[in-house]
């Protein structure tokens, strides 16, 4: 099972970006999906998380209302477009890939991840 994040970069504050992440080596409708970041110096945290199907999203507060996770399963692929971006957004976003039998199930815990992708960096700039 392969998960290959890309779309990190460096943009200014007020931005937006996306990243995508493609997955490879399971059944991406199975799958729910999520997405974790850790910033220098702090512990990972989860971001945005998405179910199998695409019908349910949670966000963590720090981002809800600025970040929308959506998935592709024709593409294997599941995207955060994040808009209005923070210097506080900084940090290696990663995503995971957690299993689930129900459709709507959402996961937000790294413990539920089966498994995880290498991040892409993300710097937001004052």
């Known amino acids: 099972v392969q998960l290959q994040a890309s779309g990190g970069g460096l943009v200014q504050a007020g931005a937006s970006l996306r990243l995508s992440c493609a997955a490879s080596?399971?059944?991406?409708?199975?799958?729910?999906m999520g997405w974790f970041r850790q910033a220098p110096g702090k512990k990972r945290e989860f971001v945005a998380a998405?179910?199998?199907?695409?019908?349910?999203?949670y966000y963590a507060d720090s981002v809800k209302g600025r970040f929308t996770i959506s998935r592709d399963n024709a593409k294997n692929t599941v995207y955060p477009q994040m808009n209005s971006l923070k210097p506080e957004d900084t940090a290696v976003y990663s995503c995971?890939?957690?299993?689930?039998?129900?459709?709507?199930?959402?996961?937000?815990?790294?413990?539920?991840?089966?498994?995880w992708g290498k991040g892409t960096l993300v710097t937001v700039s004052s």
């Open positions: 080596g399971l059944t991406f409708s199975n799958y729910g």
């Open positions: 998405i179910s199998r199907s695409g019908g349910s999203t």
């Open positions: 995971a890939a957690f299993y689930t039998a129900t459709q709507g199930m959402v996961i937000r815990s790294p413990d539920g991840m089966s498994y």
